[in-house]
C-alpha cells in the first residue's frame, strides 16, 4: 500500500532554515510528481510546492517563492522541502501528497513552528 512517511519539522526562529523528508513506499515513486502542503491553524490546506517526476518542473506558492525549494531524489524514493529565511506565518502542519490512479495519498504531517 501507498505510504508517505515526514519527518524534519520541529522549531527553529524567524529567518532560520529547516528541511523536511517524505519517505515514499508502495508505488513506484520516479513515476509520479510529488507535493507539499500545509496547513495552519484555522486555515485550509494549501499547496506549498510541487515538482514534477523526473524533477524537470517545480511550481510554488506565491507566498514561499524564492525561500522554499523542493527537490526530490528517486533513487531514495524522497521528496525534500528545502526552508529558508522562515517566517512566523510558515507555523503549520506540512505534509506531502501523491495523487496516484484517481486517489489522493496523505502523510501524518510534520509540525513546523517559526518563533523566537
Known amino acids: 500500500q501507498v505510504q508517505l512517511v515526514e519527518s524534519g519539522g520541529g522549531l527553529v526562529q524567524p529567518g532560520g532554515s529547516l528541511t523536511l523528508s517524505c519517505a515514499a513506499s508502495?508505488?513506484?515513486?520516479?513515476?509520479?510528481?510529488m507535493n507539499w502542503y500545509r496547513q495552519a491553524p484555522g486555515k485550509e490546506r494549501e499547496l506549498v510546492a510541487r515538482?514534477?517526476?523526473?524533477?524537470?518542473?517545480?511550481n510554488y506558492a506565491s507566498s514561499v517563492k524564492g525561500r522554499f525549494t523542493i527537490s526530490r531524489d528517486n533513487a531514495k524514493n524522497t521528496v525534500y522541502l528545502q526552508m529558508n529565511s522562515m517566517k512566523p506565518e510558515d507555523t503549520a502542519v506540512y505534509y506531502c501528497?501523491?495523487?496516484?490512479?484517481?486517489?489522493?495519498?496523505w502523510g501524518q504531517g510534520t509540525q513546523v513552528t517559526v518563533s523566537s
Open positions: 501528497n501523491v495523487f496516484r490512479r484517481s486517489s489522493v495519498y
Open positions: 508502495g508505488f513506484t515513486f520516479s513515476n509520479y510528481a
Open positions: 515538482i514534477t517526476s523526473a524533477s524537470s518542473s517545480t
